[in-house]
Nanobody
Framework: VQLVESGGGSVQAGGSLGLYCAASGDTIRRRCMAWFRQAPGKERERVAR????????FYADAVKGRFTISRDDAKNTVYLQMNSLKPEDTAMYFC??????????????WGQGTQVTVPS
């Protein structure tokens, strides 16, 4: 599975951005999908995950209530809607997918990332 993120950019604090993850080469059906982020000098963290049924989601405490992950298996796409953005949300955001039929903490496929910047 090849993953390509888009939608990043610079936005003022309090603003919104939508990230897109387009998959190709194989289906995202029956895979857990997630968004991770990594800020300079910090470890990569998982911010959101969605189970293959589309209804079971997980959010990191730092983004809960502000970010929403969703998926459209027919379009082989995963989304991350980010609202009320804060300077601490500044990071490279990565889309990731698990191996077919699994949904643990191991993500086998990764995109190249898209930068989100929220100036302070």
């Amino acid at each position: 599975v090849q993953l390509v993120e888009s939608g990043g950019g610079s936005v003022q604090a309090g603003g919104s951005l939508g990230l897109y993850c387009a998959a190709s080469g194989d289906t995202i059906r029956r895979r857990c999908m997630a968004w991770f982020r990594q800020a300079p000098g910090k470890e990569r963290e998982r911010v959101a995950r969605i189970l293959w049924d589309g209804t079971n989601t997980f959010y990191a405490d730092a983004v809960k209530g502000r970010f929403t992950i969703s998926r459209d298996d027919a379009k082989n796409t995963v989304y991350l809607q980010m609202n009320s953005l804060k300077p601490e949300d500044t990071a490279m955001y990565f889309c990731a997918a698990t191996t077919l039929g699994t949904c643990g903490n191991v993500y086998t496929y990764w995109g190249q990332g898209t930068q989100v910047t929220v100036p302070s």
